[in-house]
């Protein structure tokens, strides 16, 4: 069974890097066709951060790809996040999760980010 699991701290300050780590099991991130997305959620909506794909190519949600990096380490099987200058605009439940076809079918628990001095 696939399992992803976000980690990272739970408080950054402004004007930092906010920085995660997506660890995948029961699946290889190199795997044909999946892509391996960052979602995160502030109140009700969901914002779609951005992807890695299979291949290791990457898009961004326009209004943060300025502030954003997602990158992968293959012998750890894991995604990662950057997102620099970080605001409290970025307070937010954050979550990897599995993109197949045109759906995420594995999503991680979730971790809470708060941006605050």
């Known amino acids: 069974q696939v399992q992803l699991q976000e980690s990272g701290p739970g408080l950054v300050k402004p004007s930092q890097t906010l920085s995660l780590i997506c660890t995948v099991s029961?699946?290889?991130?190199?795997?044909?066709?999946?892509?391996w997305s960052w979602i995160r959620q502030a109140g009700k909506g969901l914002e779609w951060i951005g992807y890695i794909?299979?291949?290791?190519?990457?898009d961004y949600s326009p209004s943060l790809k300025s502030r954003t990096s997602i990158s992968r380490d293959t012998s750890r099987n894991q995604i990662t996040l950057q997102l620099t200058s970080a605001t409290p605009e970025d307070t937010a439940v954050y979550y990897c999760a599995r993109e197949y076809g045109s759906s995420w079918d594995y999503w991680g628990q979730g971790t809470q980010v708060t941006v605050s001095s």
């Open positions: 029961g699946d290889s991130i190199t795997t044909s066709a999946y892509y």
């Open positions: 794909a299979y291949s290791g190519s990457t």
